[in-house]
Structure formats: C-alpha cells, structure tokens
C-alpha cells in the first residue's frame, strides 16, 4: 500500500505533466532501466511478486487471474520488463501484417475525473513479423497473448487475409490468440463483428490453426456497445467455430454521464473511452455472455478494472480471468499484484 500511495502522490503527477503517449515510453523507458540496473530485476520482483493462485483457462496454465491487455505493449517491446510486475499474462497488440502509423496525434487523452482515457490510436504498430522477432528473443516465460487485427487499407472484404498472415507469423511465439474486430479506431472495422463477416473470419482461422501440430486458443474481442441480439449472435457463433472464448470488452463509443465538461469531450473527438466510465457495461456484457452460454466457454474480463472489487466483480460475472490497461496508468504498477492478491 505504501508503493501505491508513493505512486499517487509523487510519480503519477510527474507523468502526467506529459501529454499521455509521452508519458507511455518515459515510463517504460523508466521500468527498462531499472531492470537493467545489478540487482534491479531483483528488486521489482519482490516489490510486484503477486500471491501465486494458477487457474487453468482454455488450457493454460496461468500463475494468477490478472493481465495486460492489448493496447499497452503493441509491438512486444517490454515483455520481459512488464513480467517483474506481477501480471499472469500480457497480451501484445493490435498487430497487423503491414507496419503503419496509425492516427495523427494527438490521439490519447485523459479523463482524470472519471478515471478513464479516450484514444482513437489506430492500430500503429510496427508490423506482426517485427514483434514476432523480439517475442522468439525474450527471457521470461509469462504467458503472452497475440492480439491481431486488419490493416486500414485493407478493404472488409479481404480482412480474413490479414488475420490469417498474423495468425502463421505468430504461431509459434504466443499462447493465445485475440481476434480484435471491435476498436472503433479503424473504420469499418467494427462491421466485422456482424454475424456473416464474423462468422467465415473465425471459421477459417479456426481451421488453419487446426493445421498446427499445437492449436493455440482463439479468443474474440467484442465492443461493450453491441445490443443483445448481437450478444446472442456472438454466444452462437463461438460455439459453432469453436473457438475458445470471448475478450469483453474493448472501448466503448458511448459519451454517457462523464464528469468531465461536455466542451472537453467534443474538443477530444472521437475515439474509445476506456476506464471506470466502461465498468458496468462490460461487467454487463459478461454476465449476459455467461449466463446465455450457460458458461460454455471462458470470458476475459476487461473494462475499468482499477480495484481488487472491481475484478471480483467482473468474475463474479462470470470472467475466468481479468485485464487491466487504464487501471494500471491510474492506480500504478503495483495494480495486477494488489488484484491478484485479494480476488478468489
């Protein structure tokens, strides 16, 4: 608790001197360092060690119930840094089969009333065959998940291709397999998770990873703005593919009760808002998910975690396991080992 009160009161200030995606890389500029210094690996494991409660979903083995989400690490640059903090998993991405920039920036914006963040990052990456490369080189064993995505300029009609060039690239250097059709930061992409689109996309991936001596778990990333009829379509179709579960939720699009000044939002523009602002939804979204599947298949759990509770609560729910991203900018790097600690 101490670390956490250090981190509000000295070190998040200071970061938030800097505009967010400064920030980003100053900070893990940071966290590279000291790991890099005698004895600092050392030191951040001890700090961030998480209590060890290993839960077995979609047959991984994982040490503890909380994660990084995608967004956080894009191209795999810090894995083996980010495993002294006590996270179960991280999950890389989005990755595309080309490198592209993604949006002009300004393109990440806090919202430090309502704990949350918008971003309309666009996918910008480096590519899927440059994270795979950094991947087959790392030390640590965290379990890592590959979260994959369409390049911008690849027309709908032919997004299966880019899924399936990121699939082969990183077969043989992840776990997992996130399959994100619901950012709303690539347009059109979004009509991707329509039940048709969906349905062929996860169908053929499904069979090329068949193909692999070791088939890796697929799971689908869903937006928290779907109806329920669009739930049930999903509910149905991870059980006709057969993939292994379901990511909810990516950010939302929706603008409801912020406390932030309606003019600060129109001034933002659009993107997803992530954070405490998304917390009930998705926990909504879970609970429907798992109770329509009848608990089918396993739910990661992701939107506006920053608490112990609020993880309890998306498991509760019905998630195996738990993500955090904005929870981790707000509340420090001592998050996934304060989670892990006191959630069942």
């Not at 670390?3 to 100053?26: G, V």
């Not at 640059?77 to 980010?82: A, G, S």
């Not at 979004?190 to 697929?218: C, G, V």
Request: overall charge positive.
């Amino acid at each position: 608790m101490y670390f956490c009160s250090m981190y509000k009161l000295l070190i998040k200030p200071f970061f938030f001197l800097f505009s967010p995606e400064k920030a980003h890389y100053l900070a893990m500029d940071l966290l590279k360092i000291s790991s890099r210094i005698p004895g600092g690996k050392m030191i951040l494991k001890s700090i961030f060690k998480a209590k060890e409660n290993k839960i077995v979903v979609a047959g991984i083995e994982f040490p503890n119930k909380v994660g990084l989400a995608a967004g956080f690490d894009k191209d795999a640059r810090w894995i083996d840094e980010l495993a002294l903090l006590g996270f179960g998993h991280v999950e890389i991405g989005t990755l595309t089969p080309k490198a592209q920039p993604g949006n002009d920036k300004p393109r990440l914006f806090r919202l430090p009333l309502d704990n949350g963040l918008i971003n309309r990052m666009g996918f910008n990456n480096g590519g899927v065959e440059d994270a795979a490369v950094r991947l087959r080189k790392r030390k640590s064993n965290i379990i890592v998940g590959g979260n994959i995505g369409k390049n911008k300029i690849t027309p709908n009609e032919d997004a299966l291709s880019d899924y399936l060039i990121c699939l082969n690239a990183l077969h043989d250097c992840v776990d997992y397999f996130v399959v994100n059709v619901s950012s709303p930061n690539t347009p059109g992409l979004r009509e991707l998770q329509e039940k048709e689109p969906l349905m062929k996309i996860l169908s053929a991936l499904a069979e090329t990873n068949n193909t692999f001596p070791k088939p890796r778990p697929i799971f689908l990333k869903i937006a928290p703005d779907l109806t329920d009829d669009q739930l049930n379509d999903i509910v149905e179709i991870v059980l006709q593919t057969k993939i292994a579960g379901v990511i909810a939720t990516n950010t939302t699009i929706s603008r409801e009760q912020l406390q932030t000044n309606t003019q600060t939002i129109e001034s933002i523009g659009m993107g997803g808002l992530s954070g405490a602002p998304v917390r009930s939804r998705s926990t909504e979204v879970i609970r429907y998910l798992h109770s329509k599947s009848n608990g089918a298949f396993p739910i990661i759990g992701v939107g506006g975690i920053h608490t112990s509770q609020n993880a309890q609560e998306k498991i509760d729910a019905g998630a195996s396991l738990v993500q955090v991203y904005t929870g981790f900018i707000y509340e420090g790097p001592a998050i996934a080992r304060n989670i892990a600690n006191h959630i069942h």
